[in-house]
């Protein structure tokens, strides 16, 4: 059965949970809050995950504009666990692109950093709510294919996502260098220009 959490400001990171809350509650809870897709679920809901010798859905014209992207999770456990408060695990979704060799970028930008893609706080192997990806085995990878020009743009948003704020720099560059020959390589360099006024 589901839980129901009622946060409380005075009570940081926590929330009370009810272990058999009224089923009235939940449905009207989750009428009101219907689950949102993360920047993971929405990603891997655009590609095919078959494998690496798989393509995604869209016609690659050119091998040169496509990349292999091996995204896992981890799970880290809530450090200070008790039987009052719904454990706080920490889930995080991770990627690593890898950009084939024929491409024509330079070696040293052949493989990205990692990256943190999600990150979600709870108990989320026994919430049906979660992202899908948290019910992957964890530290297992799942590799697909997709277009370079997509993969880097959206490297590009995640550079400034909080979870990478330590690599932000080193991933915006990596993203900036994977993008020469695509699509979005002007709108890596418009925005190079107007950081560095």
């Not at 009207?28 to 891997?44: E, F, N, R």
């Not at 981890?74 to 408060?85: G, K, S």
């Not at 192997?125 to 880097?152: C, E, H, M, Q, Y």
């Not at 390589?185 to 925005?191: A, K």
């Amino acid at each position: 059965m589901s839980r129901m959490y009622i946060i409380d400001n005075s009570l940081p990171r926590r929330a009370f949970c009810f272990r058999n809350p009224p089923l009235k509650a939940i449905r009207s809870v989750k009428a009101l809050y219907p689950k949102k897709l993360g920047p993971g679920d929405l990603w891997l809901q655009s590609v095919d995950l078959l494998g690496v010798e798989s393509h995604p859905a869209v016609e690659i014209k050119k091998p040169q504009e496509e990349v292999i992207c091996e995204m896992w999770m981890t799970i880290e456990a809530d450090p200070n666990p008790d039987d009052f408060f719904a454990p706080e695990d920490t889930y995080q979704l991770f990627v690593a692109i890898t950009i084939p060799i024929d491409s024509g970028l330079d070696h040293s930008h052949r493989s990205s950093p990692i990256i943190v893609v999600e990150t979600q706080l709870g108990d989320l192997k026994n919430d049906t709510d979660a992202p899908s990806w948290a019910k992957w085995t964890p530290g297992k990878a799942i590799r697909f294919v997709d277009l370079r020009d997509g993969v880097v743009a959206v490297i590009g948003l995640l550079s400034a996502y909080r979870a990478n704020k330590r690599a932000e720099a080193e991933i915006w560059s990596w993203a900036a260098a994977a993008s020469v020959g695509t699509a979005v390589q002007p709108g890596f360099s418009l925005e190079s220009s107007a950081t560095s006024t």
